[in-house]
């Protein structure tokens, strides 16, 4: 079973530029998630999606990120413009139904903003 | 203001050595979970416990939920340099999983 696809791997931006992650859940997945894990911190949930609906993003910085998940299966997450703080690995997650069960996570994409 | 705090944040230790870590909160969860993460990777879980004092084990790894579901341990027996890496303990409330800081462990040869 292939796993939760991320990419890039790596981005290297200067602030107030703009930039776009991609994930492509686990087949069948109805659940994405979409963290931000600043280095030596645990994972922060900024949004997640109940198929192409948005569950909660209570956290999401509204005014310069923003995520879709058109289809109910593939998302996209976008900065702009970056700030240094947004420096991070940016990680995405699915599971099967959404409760706070099993999630699976992608490699994440590190993000440095100069 | 941390929901759930892991202790200690950083720990180096010898390979053969025993550990364990900590993971508390005022607030109570419906399961705790345990993660592990490697550098360049996302986690990847290790154990999920949903009822009042459980304790799981996995090979020399032994999970524990405390009685009042609000804090939990993950104690590592005779620990391996294959073992080094952050741990994470993360609460599920109200359909939501939270995730503490972490506990970066080292194990030396």
């Known amino acids: 079973e292939a796993g939760v696809a991320q990419s890039p791997r790596y981005k290297i931006i200067e602030k107030r530029q703009s930039v776009a992650f991609w994930c492509n859940p686990i087949s069948g997945h109805a659940t994405l998630y979409w963290y931000q894990q600043i280095l030596g911190q645990g994972p922060k949930l900024l949004i997640q999606?109940?198929?192409?609906?948005?569950?909660?993003d209570s956290q999401l910085p509204k005014d310069r990120f923003s995520a879709e998940r058109l289809k109910g299966v593939d998302s996209t997450l976008k900065i702009q413009p970056a700030k240094l703080e947004d420096s991070a690995v940016y990680l995405c997650?699915?599971?099967?139904?959404?409760?706070?069960?099993?999630?699976?996570f992608g490699s994440g994409t590190q993000l440095s903003v100069l | 203001t941390q929901l759930l705090e892991q202790s200690p944040q950083f720990l180096s230790i010898q390979e053969g050595e025993n550990l364990t870590v900590y993971c508390n909160s005022s607030?109570?969860?419906?399961?705790l979970q345990w993660y592990r993460q490697e550098p360049g990777e996302g986690p990847v879980l290790l154990v999920t416990?949903?009822?009042?004092?459980e304790v799981k084990k996995l090979k020399r790894l032994t999970f524990q939920f405390g009685d009042a579901r609000k804090d939990s341990s993950l104690h590592i027996t005779a620990a391996q340099p294959g073992d080094t890496g952050l741990y994470l303990c993360a609460g599920g409330k109200a359909g939501k999983l939270i995730f503490g800081q972490g506990t970066t462990l080292q194990v030396k040869p």
């Open positions: 416990v949903v009822t009042g004092g």
């Open positions: 999606f109940q198929n192409n609906g948005v569950v909660d």
């Open positions: 607030s109570v969860f419906s399961s």
């Open positions: 997650a699915s599971s099967s139904w959404g409760g706070a069960e099993k999630l699976f």
